[in-house]
T-cell receptor, first 113, second 113 residues
Framework: SQQGEEDPQALSIQEGENATMNCSYK?????LQWYRQNSGRGLVHLIL?????REKHSGRLRVTLDTSKKSSSLLITASRAADTASYFC?????????????FGRGTQLTVWP | DARVTQTPRHKVTEMGQEVTMRCQPI?????VFWYRQTMMQGLELLAY????????DSGMPKDRFSAEMPDATLATLKIQPSEPRDSAVYFC???????????FGPGTRLLVL
């Protein structure tokens, strides 16, 4: 299976703290993406990092990519209760049909007020 | 604002019945993906289309599932006959092919009794 894996499976923190989620993948990639899913909703794209990039920022989100270790991390700074959701990484593998993504199992983040 | 819509949002049916799920992709987004999400398997890709032509349906049980895109504004996923193990949330997602981001619909929550 090409499915990536997020770590930890679940994370519980207080508002204001930083949340770090990790993703490991198995193939050579064109890009790696992070998505968020609120309970009962569809996935929402957060950020994309290309294989030749090492770090990317978007608001309170910071994503890093280490292609030598086939891993990525998502950092949410100064977390809020509204950040409570599941977070998924998805890899677009080099050589796969353009646009096809392989999603991990997700990290369930709970942010307590 | 442009978004992917799915109908129905919820479906309860009995084993053996036909189930049809519909998706309206964002206008101009020529790539459509069907996913199934369960607690056990996570997010699985069932099939996807580009410019209405099927690109990959290897994730779909062929004996009971079928996916079509009769026109650019409608994609359908049918299960006939349905089985309890088909109970899941089915998501449609749209992309543009050239851009890698996928835009997810709200999902159809299916329960087969």
């Amino acid at each position: 299976s090409q499915q990536g894996e997020e770590d930890p499976q679940a994370l519980s923190i207080q508002e204001g703290e930083n949340a770090t989620m990790n993703c490991s993948y198995k193939t050579s990639i064109n890009n790696l993406q992070w998505y968020r899913q609120n309970s009962g909703r569809g996935l929402v794209h957060l950020i994309l990092i290309r294989s030749n990039e090492r770090e990317k920022h978007s608001g309170r989100l910071r994503v890093t990519l280490d292609t030598s270790k086939k891993s990525s991390s998502l950092l949410i700074t100064a977390s809020r209760a509204a950040d409570t959701a599941s977070y998924f990484c998805a890899e677009e593998s080099r050589g796969s049909t353009l646009g096809r993504l392989y999603f991990g199992r997700g990290t369930q983040l709970t942010v307590w007020p | 604002d442009a978004r992917v819509t799915q109908t129905p949002r919820h479906k309860v049916t009995e084993m053996g019945q036909e189930v049809t799920m519909r998706c309206q992709p964002i206008l101009g987004h020529n790539t459509v993906f069907w996913y199934r999400q369960t607690m056990m398997q996570g997010l699985e890709l069932l099939a996807y289309f580009r410019n209405r032509a099927p690109l990959d349906d290897s994730g779909m049980p062929k004996d009971r599932f079928s996916a079509e895109m009769p026109d650019a504004t409608l994609a359908t996923l049918k299960i006939q006959p349905s089985e309890p193990r088909d109970s899941a949330v089915y998501f449609c997602a749209a992309g543009t092919g050239g851009l890698e981001t996928q835009y997810f619909g709200p999902g159809t929550r299916l329960l087969v009794l």
